[in-house]
T-cell receptor
Framework: DAKTTQPTSMDCAEGRAANLPCNHS???????VYWYRQIHSQGPQYIIH???NNETNEMASLIITEDRKSSTLILPHATLRDTAVYYC????????????FGKGTRLHILP | SAVISQKPSRDICQRGTSLTIQCQVD?????MFWYRQQPGQSLTLIAT?????????ESGFVIDKFPISRPNLTFSTLTVSNMSPEDSSIYLC??????????????FGPGTRLTVL
């Protein structure tokens, strides 16, 4: 079973920051938080990952709480092309390991 | 990174027939993963394929229904056998690869959209 809980869907206005929450209260010490997204009719795409520190890349920022039981993915300036299903996943990131997908959050960017 | 191609991209098949889906990667990888995504649903892992050994199937999936081959480190096939309309799904191949200097990420193929009549 997936180890994460996410809202089923969210709306965000174009140009605003999209904040997607994820609960992972049973995360282990050696597990990372990964985020992927799936744009309609495409394979999932990696966005960002982190262990305990906040992370930022060209796509997004990841904020992980101090107790690591939850995190938030932030898309700073959402565009219509960010409409997708976003999956929060916990996994051991340094070795080959299967990914178990939860249901994800369907993000709608509104014009 | 890894670039993955799948063949066919889509197919429409008759009940009771079988379809073999091919997955080709542009680099050698240890493990390849096959997922199914039913309409409107999330991805479900079918099996993990290692080169030189039998695939490891997840609960609810069996080799007779979804035989997998892994002849080398860049190629795998998934066969959907004795198909029924319930097998209508997108089938995705993925591999583990280096996303950066210090971490792994999974890369996904474009998927094969299967419709069974």
């Amino acid at each position: 079973d997936a180890k994460t809980t996410q809202p089923t869907s969210m709306d965000c206005a174009e140009g605003r920051a999209a904040n997607l929450p994820c609960n992972h209260s049973t995360i282990s010490g050696n597990e990372y938080v990964y985020w992927y997204r799936q744009i309609h009719s495409q394979g999932p795409q990696y966005i960002i990952h982190g262990l305990k520190n906040n992370e930022t890349n060209e796509m997004a920022s990841l904020i992980i709480t101090e107790d690591r039981k939850s995190s938030t993915l932030i898309l700073p300036h959402a565009t219509l092309r960010d409409t997708a299903v976003y999956y929060c996943i916990v996994r051991v990131g340094y070795r080959d390991d299967k990914i178990i997908f939860g249901k994800g959050t369907r993000l709608h960017i509104l014009p | 990174s890894a670039v993955i191609s799948q063949k066919p991209s889509r197919d429409i098949c008759q009940r009771g027939t079988s379809l073999t889906i091919q997955c080709q990667v542009d680099s050698q990888v240890t493990m390849m993963f096959w997922y199914r995504q039913q309409p409107g649903q999330s991805l479900t892992l079918i099996a993990t394929a290692n080169q030189g050994s039998e695939a490891t199937y997840e609960s609810g999936f069996v080799i007779d229904k979804f035989p997998i081959s892994r002849p080398n480190l860049t190629f795998s096939t998934l066969t959907v056998s004795n198909m029924s309309p319930e097998d209508s799904s997108i089938y995705l191949c993925s591999v583990e690869g280096k996303g950066g200097s210090s971490y792994n990420e999974q890369f996904f193929g474009p998927g094969t959209r299967l419709t069974v009549l």
